[in-house]
């Protein structure tokens, strides 16, 4: 740290991204990206766009937001893109949350990070021994409720009446439902947004999109709310999503075929990793996302962490005492997944 940092700043533990290694060739099952190229319609849109990078980028994105208005069912103004979802949930920690913010102890890594960042002050509501959340701890909290759903890194959903009762009980508060993995089996809270002032539903191109390293992700909510968090971003960076990332998102939603049937294929194959985990004597979260949770009878996640590392295969552990015996998994492809699955045998064999 310098002697110039601001002391408001100077305690702020960044947030740590998963690992991106480059020692060598590993399967990365550790970020939730996906397995399967971006679409081909957003590769060549984003390389037309790449021709006129002489122009700045569109501040309203208003291609992008047109067709992401007509494909969710909302109104150009209850729209807006970000670069990545982190921006607009950093956005929403910076705008809404003057009473505090309350989400679970075990959730998004990022949460807790954005709310330090912005003085916020939080309060980290514990899951249950299950690490199911409880929709009674969420009920007229009078602070601003941040719920990843499906929830990371468990993939536990809830379902859209339990995200209603929670909206309808903090009416003077915003509700963030961050839909980063909705794609992949859970309800979407989108079509609640035009019956609640107070909600705000952010989604991300990063997982099931296929466009992580593109950054691009949105908030659909109310008019007033879209027009706050578009006071921030004019307040900070109008350029945020550049041009070939707001044509890439443009080809993502024209291809969605492609995309649907990509996610289909993630949930066989978490299906698929599901049953051969069990064999394995491994017992996991009920998962809509497309990572699994999961914990061997025996052997401890950093140690299957650690050894699937030396056998290049990337997981993720969490070094957290409730989160100590689990390793998340990104379900990958299913060739990624029977390396891994004969990792594991090794590990076991090894160790047991
Ligand atoms: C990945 C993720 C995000 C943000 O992803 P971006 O790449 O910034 O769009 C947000 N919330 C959760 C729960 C995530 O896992």
Known sequence: ?????TSKLDHLVPYTPGEQPKDMKYIKLNTNESPFPTSETAQRLALEAASNLQLYSDPE???????????????????????????????????????????????????SVFAKLNGVDFKEIPLKQDFSVDINDYMG?????????????????????????????????????????????AESAISLINKY????????????????????????????????????KYSTNPYNVNSMTAAAGI??????????????K??????????????????MTDSTANFIFAKH?????????LRLK?????????????????TRITIGSKEQLEVLIDKLKEIIKELL
Not at 1 to 5: C, R, V
């Open 197 to 232: 002032d107070n909600l705000l539903v952010t989604q991300t191109f990063s997982k099931s999109r296929s466009l992580a390293g593109g950054r691009l992700g949105f908030g659909i909510g109310s008019k007033a709310l879209i027009r706050d968090l578009n006071t921030i």
């Open 61 to 111: 994105c208003r291609d992008l937001v047109n067709t992401a208005a007509e494909y969710f069912g909302v109104s150009t103004d209850q729209i807006i893109f970000t670069n990545g979802s982190d921006e607009v949930l950093n956005f929403a920690f910076m705008a809404f949350c003057e009473n505090g913010a309350v989400f679970p102890d075990i959730t998004y890594g990022f949460y």
């Open 1 to 5: 740290m310098s002697s110039f940092l």
């Open 266 to 283: 993630i949930k066989e194959n978490r299906e698929y990793l599901v049953k051969e985990l069990k064999k394995l004597d491994f017992t």
């Open 297 to 305: 009878s025996s052997i401890s996640g950093k140690d299957i962490y």
């Open 310 to 326: 030396e056998k290049g295969v990337l997981v993720r552990y969490f070094d957290k005492e409730r989160l100590k015996d689990y």
């Open 141 to 185: 909290v009078n602070k601003t409720v941040f719920l990843a759903n499906p929830n990371a890194p468990t993939g536990i959903a809830l379902g859209l009446d339990d995200i209603e009762k929670i909206v309808k009980s903090n009416p003077n508060n915003v509700v963030v439902i961050d839909e980063a993995y909705v794609d992949f089996g």
């Open 251 to 264: 080809g993502s939603l024209i291809d969605d075929e492609y995309i649907r049937a990509n996610c289909e």
